[in-house]
């Protein structure tokens, strides 16, 4: 099956990346120390996002990530950015008057084949 592209809105003004590095060090006497990246992906994203909208495109959203299970990867692009590889183990929905819903969610950057 083709990996699918989350696409159904934009996330709103608020939403923010953190970005994690891996890296191994060894320590010496003296406080010298080494330092290298851990393998080849030692920068990874992780976004928290949310939305804010008509029930219809909340549901939406919670469909997509419904269907993925938290283990299958997605391409989205973030904001100023270029598109990449996501999971979203998590998140949460809240209904709101009107008509409108919001949901909150997690996607965390991975580096699958």
Known sequence: MPIQ???IATPQ????????TRIKQASFGDGYSQRSG???NV????WDLQWTLVNATIDAIE?????RAGY?????????GTVKKFI??????QPLAGGRASI???FDQVFDP
Do not use: M, R, Y
């Open 5 to 7: 592209t989350f696409t």
């Open 13 to 20: 003004v608020g939403s923010s990346k953190k970005v994690a």
């Open 38 to 40: 851990d393998g080849i």
């Open 43 to 46: 920068v990874k994203e992780s």
């Open 63 to 67: 469909t997509f990530l419904v269907a």
């Open 72 to 80: 299958e990867a997605f391409l989205w692009t973030p904001p100023g």
């Open 88 to 93: 979203c183990q998590s998140w949460s929905k």
């Open 104 to 106: 909150s969610a997690t």
